[in-house]
């Protein structure tokens, strides 16, 4: 007689736990700073709380506990694509790096989640992500770093060797646009706020004593691990840190009540996907409040400015024109309800050395800024002493925007 095909078929998903009360402290892990997808609960069991999320071909499921204990000895083990990636993205939200015997065909470390439980993470030793991958396409699409990626890949390297002076930088930290983009946020008791590009952690921070909670999210995980030890070091706990991609972003749709994000776009490989994740995230109703440099409508202006960021920071994009920007917004069903334009001057000794510009690259583009055409010059009030550029001046945009009814 044949034997009987067996019962059991396989895995279907595992399931981690966390107290009942901490469902969003569980989710920003989770869902953010582990990038695990959120997928919908089914209707009979959204009442229980948690979440569910996707990882790889299984499911991962969260449970919430009266009398939670955390998982000491058995774990989730997750098969990673990057291990050293994974490493900095739980270091930037404070999570332990725990690396233990190590076993053949593998690279792993160990952590654990804002709750105790343990977990651990694998890399195949040979670089493969192993089953991660359902087919020849999506494995060949997981090997290849288009131009976009070799953009973050610059803006992660530009900002995390500059993440300490963003913290301690006075123009970031405070200024008039700070406190106007607060005033047009409406910041509201029971908001969730979401900071993308949240740098120093400067708006999260003045946020904060005004929501439900912030999420702080960053490309750059030493960014993000700057902006932890500044804002918790304030003292302010309901603030989340989450390494995000803005062309990516880990949430599921209409998550938030309110997106700020100040001073970054230029530096996004794809402004047009970051403005429709702003949209997919935001609640129906939710607002959205964006600041950024911006280049003149004049193309001698666009040209200039663009070239003296891009020269200055190798992670430049493009800063772009208020009629781009209007496009972007309505192209992404975004409703503009306030737009305006403000000035800054740049101390231009403060403004290189923040990106630790070498000091002959600092002369060169100080020469080009010099050798610009008069009405340049005019247009971005550059001014000289000795032959040498003190400071120069850029208008910026504050955009609140609403995503319609």
């Known amino acids: 007689m044949a034997d009987a095909a067996p019962m059991v078929l396989g895995f279907d998903h595992v399931q981690v736990t966390a107290p009942r009360g901490e469902e969003q402290r569980a989710k920003d892990f989770y869902g953010g700073v582990l990038g695990l997808p959120e997928i919908p609960k089914p209707t009979a069991l959204v009442g229980r709380g948690g979440a569910w999320y ?30 050293e990636a994974m490493r900095r993205r739980l ?36 670089g493969h992500s192993g089953g991660m991958a359902s087919d020849d396409a ?16 610059r803006v992660r390297d530009a900002f995390g060797q500059a993440a300490a002076a963003y913290v301690t930088s006075q123009r970031h930290a405070a200024g008039a646009d700070l406190a106007r983009l607060v005033e ?36 750059t995980p030493a960014m993000l691990a700057a902006a932890r030890g500044h804002i918790r070091g304030r003292g302010v706990t309901n603030v989340a840190f989450v390494v995000a991609d803005a062309e990516r972003l880990p949430f599921l749709d209409e998550s938030f009540d309110l997106v700020t994000v100040r001073i970054a776009p230029h530096h996004y490989a794809d402004v047009r996907a970051a403005v429709c994740e702003m949209h997919r995230v935001l609640r129906t109703g939710g607002r959205l409040v964006l600041i950024d440099n911006i280049a003149p409508e004049d193309p001698a202006g666009d040209a200039a400015v663009n070239r003296w960021d891009a020269w200055r920071d190798p992670s430049h994009v493009r800063e772009y024109t ?3 920007w209007r496009m972007f917004l309505a192209d992404a069903s975004l409703r503009i309800e306030v737009v305006e334009l403000a000035r800054k001057t740049y101390d231009f000794a403060e403004w290189v050395e923040r990106m630790r510009m070498p000091e002959g690259e600092r002369a060169r583009l100080a020469a080009d800024m010099l050798a610009a055409p008069d009405e340049v010059r005019q247009a971005f009030e550059v001014t000289a002493r000795d032959g040498h550029v003190v400071s120069w001046a850029a208008d910026f945009v504050i955009v609140r925007a609403v995503r319609p009814v």
Request: aromatic share 4%; with cysteine; net charge negative.
């Open 54 to 83: 996707q990882c790889g071909a299984l499911q991962l499921h969260l449970g919430l506990e009266d009398d939670f204990r955390p998982r000491r000895k058995g774990h989730p083990a997750f098969l990673v694509r990057d291990l």
């Open 91 to 126: 270091e930037g939200a404070g999570m332990p790096v725990i690396v233990d015997a190590q076993i053949p065909g593998y690279r792993r470390f160990e952590s654990r989640d804002p709750f105790g439980n343990r977990l651990e993470f694998l890399q195949r030793a040979d």
């Open 138 to 153: 999506t494995g060949a699409a997981l090997a290849v770093e288009d131009a976009g990626e070799a953009i973050k890949a």
């Open 184 to 219: 047009l946020a409406v910041p509201r008791p029971d908001d969730l706020a979401l900071d993308i590009s949240t740098g120093g952690g400067h708006t999260a921070l003045a946020l904060a004593p005004h929501v439900a909670h912030v999420t702080a999210s960053d490309l």
């Open 322 to 324: 208020v009629s781009e």
